[in-house]
C-alpha cells in the first residue's frame, strides 16, 4: 500500500489527554491496517517517534512541515479541542495553516473527531468557515460541535458525529501494573482490604480560586471517611501546582504525583481508583474507558457535552462549585457505584463502536484498499 497517513494535532506537549488522542489513533488505524506508513507532527519529534513507533517532524520547521505534507497522501487532524480561541487564536492559525498547506499541495484532509470552539471572535468564525469547507471529510465528538459548524456556515463537507478517538481504547486490553506501582510508588496502598482510592485531576483556570477551596473540603471528607486521595496531573508539570494548593489546603493527608506518565501509566493508575473527580476532559474521558466511575466539574463546554453523552451529571461549575454539593455528588455515586458501572458500561458501548469507526472512515477517504487486521492485534 503506497498511502502515507499524516497526523498533526497538539502532540509532544506533555498532555496527556492529547498524548491518548494519539494512542488510541494510531492503536485503532494498525489494527485495520497493520502496514500503514505514519508520520506524526510533534513538538518533541524523537520522543514521539519512539513512543509510538512512527516517523515524526518537528511542527515548528517550516521546511518539515512543508516536506511531511508534501509527501503525505491523507493530512489527518488528530481529535482534541484544535479549533477554538478560548484561550487564544494561535493553535485556531496555526492548524487553518495546516489545512491551508495541505489544500494548496491538492493533499486529501480529514479531521478527526474534532472537538471545534468555542468560538467567541468573528474572525476566527469567518476563518473556520473558510477552512472548514475545504476539508474532504468532518468527524466531530459531539453534536455541540456539530451545531457550531453549520451555526458558521460550514456546508460542503459531510459532518459526521462520532465519539472521541480515546473511547475506542478496551479496558481488558491495557496493560494496568506499571501504572499501580506509580500509585504505590507514592505511598498509596493498594488491595481490597485496603482504603479504597479517589482520584482528582484539576488545572489552574483563569484567576478562580473558590474551586479549590471546594476540592479540598471534598478531600477531607473523603479522608475522614475512609478514603485515600491522589492528585493525578494531566498535563505536565503545569497541574503539579493547582493539585500541590489544593492538597495544602487540606487538613487531611492527601498525595500529589509528581511523575509524568505516559499514556498507558495513566490508563493503568485510573484502574486503581474508585472514583475520579475531574476536570480536564480526557481525565474524565480516560477514567470512563477504565470503568471507573466519574464526577465532572465543568470549565469548558466540552466538559459539559462529555457528561452528557455519559449520562451522568455535572457535579458544578467552576466559577461556583460548592463544597458540599459536590461532595453529596460523590457520596451519591459511591453509595451506587455497581449502578452506575452498569450505566457506563452500557454508554461507553455504543461510543466505542462511533471512535472505532472514525478510523474506518479516514482509510476510506486515503484511498486505501479493503482493511485487514494486523497480527499485532
Known amino acids: 500500500m503506497d498511502s502515507k497517513l499524516v497526523i498533526v494535532g497538539y502532540y509532544g506537549f506533555n498532555n496527556i489527554g492529547d498524548e491518548a488522542v494519539l ?33 515524526a517532524a518537528n511542527r515548528f520547521r517550516l521546511k518539515e512541515v512543508v516536506k511531511t505534507i508534501s509527501q503525505g497522501s491523507l493530512i489527518i487532524l488528530g481529535g482534541g479541542s484544535l479549533f477554538q480561541d478560548i484561550t487564544s487564536q494561535k493553535s485556531l492559525f496555526y492548524y487553518s495553516g495546516i489545512v491551508l498547506l495541505a489544500k494548496l499541495l491538492r493533499k486529501k484532509v480529514f479531521f478527526y473527531n474534532q472537538g471545534v470552539g468555542p468560538v467567541t471572535r468573528n474572525l476566527s468564525k ?37 465519539a472521541d478517538a480515546v473511547l475506542g481504547i478496551y479496558a481488558q486490553e491495557m496493560e494496568r501494573k506499571q501504572g499501580l506501582r506509580y500509585l504505590e510508588k507514592n505511598g498509596l496502598v493498594l488491595g481490597e482490604k485496603d482504603s479504597p482510592v479517589i482520584g482528582i485531576s484539576v488545572r489552574d483556570w483563569r484567576d478562580y480560586q473558590g474551586y479549590k477551596k471546594a476540592l479540598a473540603f471534598v478531600g477531607d471528607e473523603l479522608v475522614k471517611k475512609g478514603y485515600q486521595v491522589v492528585f493525578l496531573p494531566f498535563h505536565f508539570p503545569d497541574d503539579i501546582a493547582p493539585s500541590r494548593e489544593i492538597a495544602n489546603l487540606m487538613k487531611e493527608q492527601a498525595t500529589v504525583i509528581r511523575d509524568q506518565l505516559g499514556v498507558v501509566e495513566m490508563l493503568g493508575a485510573l484502574s486503581g481508583l474508585q472514583l475520579l473527580i475531574g476536570m480536564r476532559l480526557h481525565s474524565l474521558i480516560m477514567a470512563s474507558v477504565m470503568e471507573i466511575p466519574v464526577v465532572g466539574i465543568s470549565y469548558d463546554p466540552k466538559v459539559d457535552a462529555f457528561m452528557k453523552l455519559l449520562g451522568q451529571p455535572l457535579a458544578g461549575r467552576v466559577e461556583t462549585l460548592d463544597g458540599e454539593l459536590l461532595m453529596k455528588e460523590v457520596w451519591h455515586i459511591l453509595l451506587k ?15 466505542r463502536m462511533e471512535a472505532r469507526d472514525t478510523a474506518r472512515l479516514a482509510l476510506e477517504v486515503a484511498g486505501t484498499d479493503q482493511p485487514f487486521l494486523s497480527s499485532k492485534d
Open 337 to 351: 457505584r455497581d449502578e452506575v458501572l452498569e450505566g457506563l458500561r452500557e454508554s461507553l458501548s455504543g461510543m
Open 126 to 162: 469567518r476563518l473556520l468557515k473558510w477552512v472548514f469547507n475545504k476539508v474532504d471529510l468532518i468527524t466531530v465528538r459531539d453534536a455541540a460541535s456539530k451545531e457550531l459548524l453549520l451555526e458558521i456556515g460550514v456546508a460542503e463537507p459531510e459532518i459526521l458525529v462520532k
Open 23 to 55: 494512542y488510541s489513533m494510531l492503536r485503532t488505524l494498525r489494527s485495520m491496517r497493520g502496514d500503514l506508513k505514519i508520520t506524526v507532527l510533534s513538538n518533541e519529534p524523537e520522543k514521539t517517534s519512539k513512543v509510538y513507533g512512527v516517523q
